[in-house]
Structures are given as structure tokens and as C-alpha cells.
């Protein structure tokens, strides 16, 4: 809860300094679990939770297609918070965010079989 107020107010604007620098911090360390996630999908879709399974599962193209995707959406995400944290025009916020949600409509329908 308390991430989401500090993102709400990074986006608004108006936080402390403080604030910023542990909400940067904090998105740092999710870039590189979502870059981590995209690089290697079967692993992260493991990540503590190996020790239910004897065998290694097999997992199907959806299902790493879908961990990719959804590790991109969070890299974009982040790189758009962080951008705008920094950026004062509105009319580039609402850009980026525009292009952020142009990417998710045209990643669902590529996700959608065919």
C-alpha cells in the first residue's frame, strides 16, 4: 500500500527527496528481478517454488510467452515512472503512458492464440 502511495505521488508529484530515493532504489532492484524473469522465464516461473516438484516440469510456450510479456510490461513501467519523475510537461507523461497502453493491447492480441 504504502508503494503504490509513493508511486501515486511520484507520478503527481511532490514527494521528498527521501522518497524518491527509496522509490528508486526500490524499482531498481524490480528492473533487474523483471530482467532476470525475461532472460530466463522457466527459472523465474520456479523461483521458490522448485521444492514442489520431483522433476522439472515442462511449462508451454504460452506460459513463457506470457512470463516474458509480463516482465517487459513491468521493465517498460518502471523506465515510465521513473521518466516521469523527472519530467515536468504533462503532455510527455501522458505519452508515455498512451505508448504503455498501446503495448499492452498489442501484446494481449499477440498473446491471444491463433
Same mark, same amino acid.
Given at each position: 500500500?504504502?508503494?503504490?502511495?509513493?508511486?501515486?505521488?511520484?507520478?503527481?508529484?511532490?514527494? @521528498?527527496?527521501?522518497?524518491? %530515493? /527509496?522509490? &528508486?532504489?526500490? =524499482? !531498481?532492484?524490480?528492473?533487474?528481478?523483471?530482467?532476470?524473469?525475461? $532472460?530466463?522465464?522457466?527459472?523465474?516461473?520456479?523461483?521458490?517454488?522448485?521444492?514442489?516438484?520431483?522433476?522439472?516440469?515442462?511449462?508451454?510456450?504460452?506460459?513463457?510467452?506470457?512470463?516474458?510479456?509480463? @516482465?517487459?510490461?513491468?521493465? %517498460? /513501467?518502471? &523506465?515510465?515512472? =521513473? !521518466?516521469?519523475?523527472?519530467?515536468?510537461?504533462?503532455?510527455?507523461? $501522458?505519452?508515455?503512458?498512451?505508448?504503455?497502453?498501446?503495448?499492452?493491447?498489442?501484446?494481449?492480441?499477440?498473446?491471444?492464440?491463433?
Amino acid at each position: 500500500m504504502e508503494l503504490c502511495l509513493l508511486l501515486l505521488t511520484n507520478i503527481i508529484g511532490g514527494p @521528498s527527496l527521501g522518497d524518491r %530515493i /527509496l522509490l &528508486t532504489f526500490m =524499482l !531498481i532492484l524490480l528492473y533487474a528481478v523483471s530482467i532476470w524473469s525475461y $532472460l530466463y522465464p522457466r527459472e523465474s516461473m520456479l523461483f521458490l517454488q522448485r521444492w514442489r516438484y520431483k522433476e522439472e516440469p515442462e511449462f508451454t510456450d504460452t506460459a513463457i510467452r506470457l512470463t516474458k510479456f509480463s @516482465s517487459m510490461l513491468v521493465m %517498460i /513501467l518502471i &523506465t515510465i515512472i =521513473l !521518466i516521469s519523475s523527472f519530467v515536468g510537461n504533462p503532455f510527455i507523461k $501522458l505519452l508515455l503512458f498512451l505508448g504503455f497502453f498501446a503495448y499492452i493491447i498489442i501484446g494481449v492480441f499477440r498473446l491471444l492464440p491463433k
